[in-house]
C-alpha cells in the first residue's frame, strides 16, 4: 500500500520575557498560549499557561500545562503517531516533577507511575487501508485491555432490513407511511459497535448517509429496532420506535397500521420552505407551528390548546431578538394562520408610550396581531424600561456599566437588562433587572417577586470573571425584615475553589467546604462545615479509577475516624460475583454503603445486573458481614417492553416477623401505545399495605399525554396549565379529601404549593419558593408552635435553617440523593435524618427511622417529596412507587426509542434527569481528564455557574465559576411552551433548532452570539469557521489559452468529519504556482452546518498573488452558464453552497492571477 501525505508546516516562534522562570524548549516548534487569571493592572498574580510542542510536521507532539497542578508542577499529555501518521495511543495527562514549561522526556514512564498501571493510555486498532477505519478501541486500564469497543463494516443483505416508504401530498399535507419491501443485498451500509460488556448496536444507512434503522441486540433471538423513514424531498417524516416496529414485524407490505402509527410513531409535516408545521409525538396529539417570512416561530399550538383555538405567540425586535410572548385566539386552521403572515416580518419596536395589558405596562409596539389575550413575558435590551430601580453607580466597589453611552465608550445596548415575567394562574408578576459591570459581564441580579418582596444578588468578580464574594439580600414581603446573606470565595493559583464561607445575617461565618485537590485536579477531599477551618464537622475523602470515575465517598469498610457515612462504587470488580458481573461500559455493578447511625449495623450493598439494552433488571439487596447475607430484604426486580416501558416490578422489604424477606409488590402493567392503562396482580396475588395499592383503576390522560387520574392513589383529577405543570391536584380516599394547587411562573418556576385537608378538623398548608428562600404557612385546628415563616435557604452543601437558626449538612451519593443530614447541636456533630433508597428511587423502611426535619422534603435525586408522594423534577413529576413519569418528556425528540414516560433510561444507578427533560450520566467526569490529549483540564464549552449563559474559551484550562460541558454538547431549553436544541459544535460554532431537533433556525460563529430561549446568550468561538481545507495545489494558466489546476488535500467540516480530496480543472489568466493553501470555508445559508459531502462537486475561484497568494472561491451547480461561474455573487447559491476564502504559501514560484473551475472527489468517501 503506497501512502502519499501533503504536509503544511508552520512554524512559530515566541519570545518571551516575564518574570516567571520558563525554560522552553526553543530548539522545538511550539505554540505558547497564556491566559491571565488576575491582574492588577501591571503584573499578574495568576496565570494559566500552556505550551504544545510540535513536531517537524507541524502535529502536536506533546501538551505542557505549566506548573497547572495543585503542587505547582507541570503536567504533561505525550501524543505518538505510528508509522503512517496515526495517532492510535491515548496516552493520560502524567503529572512531572518539573515546573519549567519545557518538552519533557520519560512521560510515559511517569504516568503510568502516577495510575499505577501499565496502560495509562487508549488504544485504537486502525484498518489497513486508507480509509482507516476504527476497528477496536480499548479503554485505559488493564481491566479494559480484554473488554475493547469494537468496530464492523459491512453491508445488509437480504430481507435484513424493511423498506419503508413515505409519500407526501403538499396540495393537503397529507402523508401516508407504507411497507413495500426489504432492501436487497448490499443496498445498504452496516454498522456494527459492541460495547466493552457485549452490547450490539448495528446501523444501516442509505447512499445519501442517511440512517435509515438503529437496531439494538437484545438477545440471539430479539432485537430493538427503531426505524428513520423519509420523505421524497429527504425530510424526516416518520420514526418507528422499537415497539412499533415489532408491531409491524410480521408486516409484508402495504399501509401501516393507523393504530400503531398513532399510539407508538413520531410523525412529522414539513411545507414547501423545508419547515416543519406539525408534528405529533406517540401519546400526544397533533401539534402546530406557523412561521414569518423571515423563517422565525411566531405561533404554536399543542393538542390541549387546540380546540379553544388558543395560540402561544413569540414576538421578535428588529434584531431578531424575543422581546414578548404570550396567548392569542386564531383565526381558523394552522394554513389560513400561515397564510396571513406568510409574508410578513413579525417585528415590534420599543415604545414609550407602550400598551397595558394583565396589568403590566409593555414598552413595545404592538402593532402585528395587536388582539393579544395575554402577555405572559417581557424582555428588555440595550436601555432599563420606565418604572425600574434606580441603576446604582457601583457593586461591591465595581463600576456599574451606564445604560447612557455619551460619557462613555460602552454601555448596555446589545445587553439583556430586563425580563417580567407573569404569573400564569394570576395577573401577578416577577420583575428581574440585571446590572454590569464595565466589562459587560453581570454583578448584580435585582428580582421583585409576585409578592412585592425581592431577592437582591450581588457579586464581586476578579479579572477573570471568577466570584470572589456575593451578598444576597431578600424579602418575601417589602415590609418584612431584610435578610442578608454573604458569600466569600477563596482560590488556588489555577483557579480551583479553595474555600467556600457563609454568613447569615450577624451570625458567626461558617465554613461550607475547604477543597483539597490531587494532581489531576480531582478533589480528593474537603472539610464540611465549622465555625473555624480547623474544626469541620466532616472531612469527606474521595477515590477515582483510571477512567476518573469516582469510586468511593470515605470508606464504608472502616467510619472510625469518626465519618458519618460511607459509600463505594463498584463497576469491573464487585466482591460478590455470585450476585453481579464487572461491568466495563460505565454501569455499576455493585455499591456499599454505611452510616455510623448504628454503629453495630452491618455494611449494606446493593448488587445490579442489567439487560443488553443497560436497563436495570435487579437491585440485589445484601448485608455483607451479617448472619444472612443475601438476605434479599429490599430487592427490586424488572420487566420491560421493546420501548422500555416497565412491564412488571417486584419489590421487597424486611420482614415483620422471620427471616424471609417479604414481597410487598408484584405487579403487572397493561399499555396502550406507552400510555399506563392500569396495574393489576398476577391472579391469587393480594395487596400488601407496605406496597403500592394496585387496585386495576384506569389512568386517564389529557390530549397532551398528561395523566389526569391515578385512583389507585386517591387522586381524583389533575388540571394542567399551559407548561404540561400541574396547577391543581385533587384527592380523596373515602372521606379523607384534599386539594393541592400550584402557582407557577410563565417561565416554568413553581412559586407556591397551597396544600388543603379536611384531616383533623381541617387543615391548611401554604409553601412560598422565592427564590431558594422557602417558607411554611399552616391554619388549621392544630398548628405546631413556630412551624410558619421563613424555614430554610439551600447551600451547596445542605441548607441553612432559620428555625434552628443552624447549618445542616447533607451527605449526597453520586445520583444526588440525600443519604444523611447532620448539624452541630452546640457540643457534637449529631444525625437528624438518614434516607437509603430502592433503585428507582422509594425509600427503604424498616430503618433509618430519624423523624428529620419535615420542612425539608428534598430527597431522592436532591428532589422535593410531595404530599402525593410524586417528586417534583420541574418539568414533570416522578413516581418511584410505579417507576416512571407521568406526563410526556417535554424533550422526547431526543430519544425517540424510548417511550417517552421512561425514567433515566430504566437505568437509575448510573444515570439521572435533572429536571424532568433530559437523562444525562450521573458519574460523569468525576476527575478533569480529557481523553483527547488536550492536558488535564475540560474542553472547551463552559456555562457559567448560576446563569444560562454558555460560550466557548480557547482555553484547556479548568475555568472556575464555570461548569465544562465538553467540546461540543446539545443543551434543551423551553420558555413559554416552545421548545428548542442548541447544538454546541467542536469547532465553537453554536446551531439553534426546533424541540425535536428536526429544524435549523440559525447558526452562528466567528464570535457571533445566539438567544436561548429561557434567557442567556451563547458566545460562539471568535476563530469558529464552517470548515477548513488545507491543501497542495498546483496552477498553470498561460493567458492565450485555457490551463489546467490541480489539488490534492485534506477537509473538515462542521462535526468534526475530514475526508481527503482530490480536485481538478481549467485556469484562465495569467499564473504559475505550486503552492500549500489554508482554506476556510463558510456556508452560504447561516442555517445550515457544512458537511465534508458537501466539499464535492463544482466550484470557481479568484486567486492572485506573488510569493504568497489570497483566494476568493465559492460553489455552483454543474448545468451553471458561464457568466455565473465568473460572477462571485452567484457563488455559494446552490443546495448546501458555501464559498472559501484561502491564503497560499508558495512552496515554489507562486505568480500572476487567474480563474478556476475545477470539480471535486472524495475518493475514499465513507
Known sequence: MKKIIIPISTLFVVELSHAQTLTLSTDQNYVYTKTYLD???????????????????????????????????????????????????????????????????????????????????????????????????????????????????????????????????????????????????????????????????????????????????????????????????????????????????????????????????????????????????????WEYMVYDKTDRLIFTQDAVMHPSDKWLFTKYDQLGRVIYTGIVRGEGSRIALQNMISNLVITEKRDRAGFTKNGMEVYYSNIMFPYLETVLSVNYYDTYPTGS?????????????????????????????????????????????????????????????????????????????????AITRHKRLNSDTEKVITENFTYDHQNRLMTHTHKVDNNPVEYLVQNKYNELSQLESKKVGGTSSNTPLQQVDYLYNIRGWMTQINNPADLSGGDLFGYSIKYTNPENTSLSTGRFNGNIAEIDWKTSTNPNDNKRRYSYTYDGLNRLQQG??????????????????????????IASLKRFSKPSSGITAEKIDDLIYDYTGNRLDKIRLP???????????????????????????????????????????????????????????????ADGTKLKKSVISNLAMGSTKEIDYLDGFQYSFYGGAIVAPNSSGLQFVPTPEGYFDFVKNKYIYNYSDHLGNTRLSYFHNGSSVEVLEENN????????????????????????????????????????????????????????????????????????????????????????????????????FPPDWYQKNGTNNVEWKDTNKAVEGYTSLGRSNTIGSSAD????????????????????????????????????????????????????????????????????????????????????????????????????????????????????NDFEGYGNSYSAGIGASISYGGTTDTNTTFMQNVNPNAWGKNKNGYTTGGVGYGLGLDVGAAWTRTNTILPFKK
Open 620 to 645: 440485589i439487596y445484601s448485608e455483607p458481614g451479617s448472619s444472612l447475607i443475601n438476605n434479599g430484604n429490599y430487592n427490586e426486580q424488572l420487566t420491560y417492553d421493546l420501548n422500555g416501558n
Open 389 to 469: 430601580p434606580s441603576i446604582p453607580t457601583q457593586v461591591l466597589g465595581q463600576t456599574v456599566l451606564s445604560q447612557d453611552s455619551q460619557n462613555l465608550n460602552i454601555s448596555t445596548k446589545s445587553l439583556p437588562v430586563a425580563s417580567y415575567v407573569k404569573n400564569i394562574e394570576d395577573d401577578n408578576w416577577t420583575k428581574n433587572y440585571t446590572w454590569y459591570d464595565e466589562k459587560g459581564r453581570p454583578i448584580g441580579i435585582h428580582s421583585i417577586n409576585h409578592l412585592g418582596g425581592y431577592t437582591k444578588t450581588e457579586s464581586e468578580l476578579d479579572f477573570s470573571g471568577t466570584p470572589k464574594m
Open 837 to 936: 433508597y430502592y433503585p428507582f428511587g422509594l425509600k427503604h423502611e424498616g430503618y433509618n427511622g430519624l423523624v428529620g426535619n419535615p420542612s425539608y422534603q428534598y430527597k431522592y435525586n436532591g428532589k422535593e417529596l410531595q404530599e402525593t408522594g410524586m417528586y417534583d423534577y420541574g418539568a414533570r413529576f416522578y413516581m418511584p412507587d410505579i417507576g416512571r413519569w407521568g406526563v410526556v418528556d417535554p424533550l422526547a425528540e431526543t430519544s425517540r426509542r424510548w417511550s417517552p414516560y421512561t425514567y433515566a433510561y430504566n437505568n437509575p444507578i448510573r444515570f439521572i434527569d435533572p429536571d424532568g427533560r433530559q437523562n444525562e450520566e450521573a458519574n460523569r467526569d468525576y476527575s478533569s481528564i480529557n481523553q483527547n490529549n488536550e492536558g488535564v
Open 683 to 745: 391472579v391469587g396475588v393480594l395487596n400488601n399495605s407496605s406496597g403500592y395499592n394496585a387496585l386495576q383503576n384506569v389512568f386517564d390522560y389529557d390530549s397532551n399525554g398528561n395523566m389526569t387520574k391515578h385512583l389507585d392513589k386517591g387522586i381524583t383529577s389533575i388540571v394542567y396549565n399551559y407548561l404540561n405543570l400541574p396547577s391543581n391536584i385533587s384527592s380523596g380516599i373515602g372521606k379523607i379529601k384534599s386539594e393541592t394547587t400550584h402557582l407557577y411562573r
Open 977 to 1092: 411552551g416552545y421548545d428548542r436544541m442548541y447544538d454546541l459544535h467542536a469547532n465553537g460554532s453554536a446551531t439553534v433548532k426546533t424541540g425535536d431537533g428536526e429544524t435549523t433556525l440559525l447558526h452562528a460563529e466567528g464570535g457571533e452570539t445566539l438567544s436561548i430561549i429561557s434567557g442567556g446568550i451563547i458566545t460562539t468561538s471568535a476563530t469558529s469557521v464552517s470548515g477548513l481545507a488545507v491543501q497542495g495545489s498546483a496552477t498553470f494558466a498561460p493567458l492565450v489559452t485555457p490551463g489546467f489546476t490541480v489539488a490534492a488535500g485534506y477537509v473538515k467540516d462542521s462535526y468534526g468529519n475530514g475526508e481527503f480530496y482530490f480536485s481538478y480543472g481549467k485556469a484562465n489568466g495569467l499564473m504559475l504556482g505550486i503552492g500549500g493553501d489554508f482554506i476556510p470555508i463558510k456556508t452560504t445559508n447561516p442555517n445550515q452546518m457544512f458537511h465534508v
Open 39 to 285: 491582574y492588577n493592572g501591571t503584573t499578574a498574580s495568576k496565570t494559566a499557561e500552556t505550551v504544545q510542542y510540535l513536531d517537524g510536521l507541524g502535529r502536536p507532539k506533546q501538551v505542557v500545562n505549566i506548573k497547572a497542578s495543585p503542587l505547582g508542577n507541570d503536567v504533561v499529555s505525550h501524543i505518538e503517531y505510528d508509522g503512517f501518521g496515526r495517532q492510535v495511543d491515548s496516552w493520560l495527562p502524567a503529572p512531572m516533577s518539573t515546573l519549567n514549561g519545557g518538552i519533557q522526556s520519560g512521560v510515559k514512564s511517569s504516568a503510568t507511575t502516577y495510575y499505577g498501571d501499565n496502560f495509562a493510555f487508549g488504544h485504537s486498532n486502525l484498518e489497513a487501508s486508507p480509509l482507516d477505519r476504527v476497528l477496536s478501541q480499548i479503554q485505559p486500564g488493564t481491566d479494559w485491555q480484554t473488554h475493547p469497543i469494537t468496530f464492523n463494516y459491512d453491508a445488509n443483505i437480504d430481507g435484513e432490513v424493511k423498506k419503508f416508504t413515505a409519500t407526501f401530498d403538499y396540495t393537503n399535507l397529507e402523508s401516508k407511511l407504507t411497507l413495500s419491501t426489504s432492501y436487497t443485498t448490499a443496498q445498504l451500509y452496516k454498522n456494527m459497535v459492541t460495547d466493552e460488556d457485549g452490547n450490539k448496536t448495528i446501523e444501516y444507512k442509505n447512499g445519501r448517509g442517511q440512517v435509515l434503522l438503529i437496531r439494538k441486540v437484545l438477545s440471539d433471538t430479539e432485537n430493538a429496532d427503531t426505524y428513520y423513514v423519509y420523505n421524497d424531498y429527504d425530510q424526516l417524516a416518520y420514526v418507528i420506535p422499537p415497539l412499533a416496529a415489532d408491531a409491524v414485524k410480521n408486516l409484508t407490505s402495504g399501509l401501516f397500521p393507523d393504530i400503531t402509527l398513532n399510539n407508538l410513531c413520531y410523525q412529522y409535516k414539513y411545507d414547501g420552505k423545508n419547515r416543519l408545521v406539525e408534528k405529533k409525538l406517540p401519546g400526544k396529539g
